[in-house]
């Protein structure tokens, strides 16, 4: 009964595309890229029927952080488990949380089938969760992190109040964009009165939305979130140079670059091009797709480099393509898979390589290196899931065992430098052994990090391995299958 009535909720739900989304094509996909169906089984046992016991390591030890945040935390933003304290994220000035780590969970607890917490996680939102607060918001990580992660939820479970109070959030975030002379959008909102702030908005900030509003649009059948999210990254598209690069940000009261610097995947950029190519894989937008082809071309020919038999994105000026730095940030590494995703598997595999290199010399990579020397600029790290975000999409889209083998051993490099007896925690330096503990557990562990390695060996009917998407935050806005029972 359940999958019959799923299945008509699939279907209405592409009529919304095909109609309510005018920039969606014919024949676009309802979600996600449908990855290639394999004839024969993995050559070694991760592969078919997955690594059952790998994966119950997995989510024992996301449990273990959960455990902590639930015992001191539960109800704020993140916990900091080492002092045993609740950490405010959008609002610390006004010592306010939303739960963020709660939402940031939804789906992760669902498809690992922690079904108790995960009731416990819905009964908390649906009693305290409100957007009507009057503080200004940063709206690139408030779409990622909760529009991402209640549009998840609700896909998970179907509960219409998850949507309702998606669509609340959208709609107090929508004056970014309406109320912008560019439509390029504001990087700051404030919840209740709908006040924007922040003009010089980052490429990062104007570009990684349309997924989340897309979703939104698909769901409620109201084409403006898509339409405005789009206007933005052709308004951004719009701009580049007359060497197909893009600078770094743009005051969008004016239009006019305010950084000409092209750091590629790196930030400021980093989720800007996994949106414009999103666009495409989650709706099937052709145009999206050209707009992605032509400045990843320009990427490849002015910012790849092959340094010592690695490869690299480099920065560059923009406009003249005059190198600016060879810096690269932990946060680039999650560009491997969707350079590969988008066609180009052989600098995909390439890039990642360079990162498993780094990796062999710091089991936890530093946030950032100098890639001529590959020694570290930054040496903390703030528990992030990049690099395994990589190995996962890299893992099914080749089926290639080498990828579960190395998020294995991030897993394992992981596990033994920055766990605490009570939860996890990020890293203040990796150069040192030990290596420096810190006193944060980010909320995007509980989306990233233990989903991308628990999807990688787990087998579970509440996940579609052969056609999914996940958002730059780890949300499931393709894939998830709802009413399955747990693995
Ligand atoms: C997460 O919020 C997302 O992965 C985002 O795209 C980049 N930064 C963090 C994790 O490092």
Same mark, same amino acid.
Do not use: D, M, Q
């Given at each position: 009964m359940l999958k019959d009535f799923d299945g008509r909720l699939r279907q209405f739900e592409r009529r919304q595309v095909l109609q309510g989304l005018g920039a969606v094509g014919g024949g676009a996909l309802l979600c996600g890229r449908a990855l290639p169906v394999r004839a024969t089984a993995f050559p070694d046992s991760r592969g078919g029927p997955g690594d059952p016991q790998i994966a119950k390591e997995i989510s024992t030890e996301f449990l273990h952080a959960w455990d902590c945040y639930k015992k001191y935390a539960f109800g704020y933003d993140q916990v900091k488990p080492r002092s045993g304290k609740p950490d405010h994220f959008f609002f610390p000035k006004q010592n306010q949380s939303i739960g963020l780590s709660i939402i940031e969970a939804l789906d992760t607890l669902y498809v690992m089938g922690l079904d108790s917490e995960l009731k416990i996680c819905l009964d908390w939102i649906y009693a305290n969760l409100t957007f009507n607060i009057n503080a200004d918001f940063n709206v690139f990580e408030g779409i990622i992190r909760v529009l991402g992660g209640l549009l998840a939820g609700y896909l998970a479970i179907r509960d219409q109040r998850l949507l309702q109070l998606a669509k609340d959030f959208g709609d107090r975030v929508m004056p970014i964009f309406t109320k912008s002379p560019t439509g390029l959008p504001y990087s *700051?909102?404030?919840?209740?009165?709908g006040a924007v702030s922040k003009p010089d908005s980052i490429l990062a900030a104007i570009g990684t939305n349309i997924l989340e509003f897309g979703m939104l649009s698909q769901l409620t059948g109201d084409p403006s979130y898509y339409n405005a999210a789009k206007r933005a990254l052709r308004e951004t598209y719009n701009r580049?140079?007359?060497?197909d690069l893009l600078g770094g940000s743009v005051n969008v009261e004016t239009g006019q670059w305010t950084s000409g610097t092209d750091s590629g995947p790196n930030p400021v950029t980093d989720s800007f091009y996994e949106y414009v190519y999103g666009a495409y894989a989650l709706f099937g937008d052709q145009e999206c797709l050209g707009w992605y082809r032509t400045l990843n071309n320009a990427m490849n020919k002015y910012l790849v480099e092959n340094y010592n038999g690695l490869v690299w994105y480099k920065t560059v000026n923009f406009q003249t393509g005059a190198v600016l730095n060879r810096n690269q940030s932990e946060? *680039?590494?999650?560009?491997a898979e969707l350079v590969a995703a988008s066609g180009n598997l052989n600098l995909g595999a390439a890039y990642y390589q360079s990162w498993t290199k780094v990796l062999q010399s710091y089991p936890v990579l530093p946030e950032s290196i100098d890639y001529t020397t590959?020694?570290?600029?930054? *040496?903390?790290? *703030?528990?992030?899931p990049e690099y395994v975000n990589s190995s996962f999409d890299l893992y099914w889209q080749t089926g290639n065992n080498f990828y579960a083998q190395t998020a294995y051993q991030y897993f394992v490099g992981m596990r033994d430098n920055a766990r605490l007896p009570e939860g996890y925690t990020i890293l203040t330096d990796v150069t040192t052994k030990p290596m420096q503990q810190g006193d944060l557990f980010p909320a995007y562990g509980f989306a990233e990090n233990f989903k991308y390695l628990y999807l990688i060996f787990a087998r579970t009917p509440r996940f579609n391995t052969q056609s999914f998407y996940l958002s730059t935050?780890?949300?499931?806005?393709?894939?998830l299958r709802p009413g399955q029972p747990a693995a």
């Open positions: *700051a909102v404030n919840l209740a009165t580049r140079s007359s060497l946060l *680039a590494s999650f560009y590959l020694k570290p600029i930054a *040496a903390g790290n *703030a528990f992030r935050e780890g949300k499931i806005l393709c894939g």
